[in-house]
């Protein structure tokens, strides 16, 4: 049997109490594809980031083609030609790919750009990348950034790559052409370890399967022996109906009339383009698309906090039937209005909550300027504070732990718990399972789906098209900041919403903050 | 202070290991840095202890090293700056009772994150303004009034020093640091005017206004000149505390300073905050200043604020913003900045020893923040946990 490229064993790792991995022993060979499975906040890019030189282990040995070795930096690992590529972009925008390829290495001789731009022409062909070397990165599209990512670390020499989530931000499309090249790249001897949770990937792409759960490896199966069933439950523990309950919408009614809205953000660049749909009450509206089309844009427009340009928002309160223009109004001015719209926003630590405040403190958010007195109140928070953390079942020491020290799915249940708490019509979440394992997912689309069944008004946007098709009454799409179809949750195709979200890709730049667009 | 790229829970960890020396031996780094989940807090206080001891231990070696003094004799003299006589330790308590007061000040600026550098300004200005009105109406008012009317102003202009750089940063979004920074020379170079005009000679010295009627001197309370200022000082330190944890202005206030997302999400009206909380800064640190002019002084010169505009920062962050910490903190410094004048009179070295030894405590007392909040694993003690 060969010698593997790269080899752990019983690698520990603590960060204060929480354990992200607890005695990990795993190995890749090269001419191989690994999947790291599990579910997120497994441990699996802490597990990398120690290979990476990044984090260092608490406990454990590292083997390098048999040999022990000590990975102190991520110069270390360049050394021992192993290269991870993040689930952020590490690159600098105003520089092209070349230059981003080249930053930070010490070679000797004179910076010759066009032999860069050779070099890296060679190694596109070789694995079948299509890169301008020339190109800027504001200029690029999502997965051309990851592209140069790739070569980046192809370039320094690695042939132990680690790619972290590759497929998260890509459409299908592009997620098809990234296998073919890590494909290659198996094919031409190198030791490639990706690390996922999508379980049709792993199954279409590796070899070999390692599956982490809670920080701890529980095995590693040959990917031609193995199912779709028993990589769940390796990865889960327990096998979990993966159906979610879909009511019929009970009487709908439009409680939300959104009307050609245009945006444009800070830097000029339009970000909402001729937007128009209907909210209903007692269903679920999704908003699927690429990271980045508008959607987080788009709900930040209703809430109040992002600028529109023209267009309508237009609120039909169900108890007055009055209807309002919610447009450029401060969040104040629509509570003030009586709208009761509750929103869970993308950055649960950044917007949503404080983070280095209590749990009581942050459900005081929404409650604390009730009442005339100079003082605060803090009992009833408290007491909504216990009742969340007893009905979701949060983990957490006490309602006095700062919010930040709890786990991602923990952090999201004291989240959507105070929204839901504040007896909402329109109810609005962005990317809300993300980051959470899949029992914490569920208990979040169990309350989406609670919301629905009580006749709230429901906008969940989303990034896994499959649980958008199983969840959602109806499915908006967006592209590039424009709506480019609205269809049917029970009837649409994963393929059918693939096709929409890329429909108006021809028009680049509006991805990505900073990018221009040449309309 | 949140790292936005960070979205990973797990709390940071500093990857500060040497490389690995020998190639052929494997060897692990000598220790790697790992964050504490907590630390009870008589471990901490211990660590606390423990680098106070060492700082001494250190300073008493240098000071031996440089000037071969005893170094027991050296730290007795430190301790005779307050404490050896009773009117070295009221002017202790005043001293401290301003710094606290100043220190008070800035506090909500800096739990809002507004990086407010001219209370050293505000104070002068507050000085000012209450000075002028002593040194105009000084003995055509009786004192009652006088002293209400000084109050006043003092606050007023307080209010107006600190309100106009945040009246900017609201409006304009202009940078805190350098506009309040700025303040304080606008404020100094008024004093100087001032003082020229009020005083024809020409010397520059001010000196003491209505010393025979006191007229707008602050009354003395218990047979003690500054009583009065430490009482009101007191008061204030609860006010504050019970300001920043209980009241609606506070939560806004933590709100902001901690994300000022989530505080426009919330729907709170971020420029208000700012412009009230700078102008409730402003307002106390006017109020140091009057303190300070009826209180102690009665006179201005523009030293009167002393650098503590830019100390009570210190003060204010190695609390933690926490105002009945900042009473220990306040103290500290004080006792430090008399022990260190105290050592350079009495064995006559220049004031540049005593200001090294200042020094060399307070890096062990910010330095030992450091231990508190991350725990070293050395290498063998790591392995033995490995097994």
């Not at chain 2, 009105?133 to 606050?155: E, N, R, W």
């Not at chain 2, 500290?332 to 004048?341: C, D, P, S, V």
């Amino acid at each position: 049997m060969p010698v593997p490229a790269i080899e752990l064993k019983n690698i520990t790792k603590t960060f204060g109490s929480i354990i992200a991995n607890k005695d990990v022993s795993l190995s890749a060979s090269r001419g191989e594809i690994l999947a790291l499975l599990g579910e997120n906040g497994s441990g699996k890019t802490t597990l990398m980031n120690m290979i990476a030189g990044i984090y260092y282990p608490d406990s454990g040995q590292i083997f390098i083609d048999g040999k022990e070795v000590v990975i102190a930096s991520p110069k270390d690992a360049f050394r021992y030609k192993i290269g991870m590529i993040h689930q952020h972009f590490k690159l600098v925008d105003v520089f092209s790919a070349a230059e981003n390829i080249v930053l930070g290495l010490n070679e000797k001789e004179r910076f010759d750009i066009a032999k860069v731009n050779e070099k890296v022409r060679t190694i596109s062909e070789t694995y079948g990348f299509e890169i301008d070397p020339a190109k800027k990165i504001y200029e690029m599209s999502v997965s051309e950034k990851q592209t140069v990512e790739i070569i980046k670390v192809l370039y320094r020499g690695a042939d132990i790559l680690i790619l972290d989530e590759p497929t998260a931000v890509l459409t299908p499309q592009e997620t098809r052409k990234l296998f073919a090249v890590l494909r290659r790249m198996r094919d031409a001897g190198k030791a490639v370890i990706i690390i996922t949770h999508k379980l049709h990937e792993v199954l279409a792409l590796s070899d070999k399967v390692a599956v982490l759960r809670k920080g701890e490896y529980i095995g590693t199966v040959l990917t031609k022996d193995t199912n779709e069933n028993q990589l769940t439950e390796m990865m889960v523990g327990k096998k979990v109906s993966l159906n979610i309950d879909r009511a019929e919408p009970k009487d709908p009614q439009d409680r939300l009339t959104v009307t050609a809205l245009d945006a444009v953000n800070r830097d000029g660049v339009k970000v909402l383009d001729d937007v128009s749909f209907v909210a209903r009450s007692g269903e679920i509206l999704g908003i699927a698309g690429i990271a980045g089309s508008g959607q987080r844009e788009l709900l930040e427009a209703i809430a109040g906090l992002q600028k529109v340009g023209s267009g309508s928002i237009i609120y039909h309160d169900p108890k007055t039937g009055v209807d309002e223009d919610l447009r450029n109004k401060t969040p104040l001015e629509i509570r003030d209005l009586g709208v009761r719209l509750s929103f869970v926003p993308e950055d649960r630590l950044g917007m949503g909550l404080v983070g280095d405040m209590d749990i009581v403190d942050n459900m005081m958010l929404r409650s604390y300027s009730k009442g005339r007195s100079f003082f605060v109140e803090r009992r009833s928070p408290k007491s909504l504070a216990e009742k969340i953390i007893e009905q979701l079942e949060v983990v957490t020491p006490g309602v006095s732990t700062p919010v930040r020290r709890l786990s991602g799915g923990n952090v999201q249940k004291v989240l959507v718990g105070r929204e839901i708490a504040a007896a909402p019509t329109v109810f609005m979440a962005a990317y809300p399972v993300r980051g959470l394992d899949i029992n914490s997912s569920y208990t979040i689309y169990n309350l989406l789906n609670a919301q629905k069944e009580s006749g709230v008004a429901v906008i969940f946007v989303g990034e896994d098209l499959d649980v958008l098709l199983e969840l959602c009454d109806r499915i908006l799409v967006i592209g590039s900041g424009k709506v480019t179809g609205i269809v049917d949750g029970r009837t649409a195709t994963k393929e059918e919403i693939g096709l929409l979200m890329t429909k108006s890709d021809h028009i680049e730049g509006l991805h990505e903050e900073g990018g221009s667009a040449n309309e | 202070m949140s790292d936005l790229n960070n979205k990973a829970p797990a709390p940071e960890k500093l990857p500060a290991s040497p490389a690995p020396e020998a190639e052929k031996k494997v060897r692990e780094p000598l220790f790697h840095i790992v964050k504490r989940a907590g630390i009870p807090r008589l471990k901490a206080w211990g660590i606390r202890v423990v680098a106070i001891l060492l700082a001494l231990l250190l300073n008493a070696l240098i000071i031996h090293w440089l000037t071969g003094l005893d170094p027991l004799a050296v730290y007795k003299s430190m301790f005779d700056g307050s404490f050896s006589t009773s009117r070295k330790f009221w002017v202790l308590l005043q001293n401290t009772a301003m710094l606290l007061c100043i220190a008070l000040a800035v506090t909500p600026c800096y739990k809002m994150r507004f990086w407010n550098l001219g209370a050293e300004g505000q104070v002068l200005i507050g000085a000012l303004s209450s000075g002028a009105l002593m040194f105009y109406v000084g003995d055509k008012l009786p004192s009652g009034v006088l002293i209400a009317l000084m109050l006043g102003a003092a606050l007023l202009s307080g209010i107006l020093w600190a309100g106009f750089p945040a009246l900017f940063k609201a409006r304009f979004g202009t940078n805190e640091t350098l506009f309040t920074l700025m303040m304080n020379y606008v404020a100094i170079q008024l004093v100087n005017t001032m003082i020229a005009i009020w005083v024809p000679s020409g010397s520059g010295v001010l000196g003491i206004m209505n010393s025979r009627t006191n007229n707008g001197w602050l009354p003395t309370v218990f047979g003690q000149k500054y009583a009065l200022n430490i009482i009101i000082v007191s008061l204030l330190t609860v006010f504050m505390f019970i300001y920043l944890k209980y009241s609606k202005h506070g939560y806004e206030i933590a709100v902001v300073g901690e994300s000022e997302n989530t505080a426009r999400y919330i729907g709170i009206n971020v420029r208000k905050v700012v412009i009230r909380t700078a102008a409730l800064s402003g307002c106390i640190a006017g109020l140091a200043g009057f303190l300070l002019m009826a209180g102690s002084a009665h006179t201005v010169s523009n030293t009167i604020a002393g650098g503590n505009g830019f100390t009570a920062v210190l003060v204010s962050w190695l609390a933690k913003f926490n105002p009945f910490v900042m009473i220990l903190t306040s103290l500290l410094i004080e006792f430090l900045q008399k022990g260190a004048g105290e050592i350079a009179q009495a064995f006559r070295l220049s004031s540049d020893i005593a200001d090294i030894a200042t020094g060399i405590i307070l890096f062990f007392i910010i330095g030992c923040e450091f231990f508190l909040n991350y725990r070293i694993m050395f290498r063998h003690k790591a392995q033995k946990e490995g097994k």
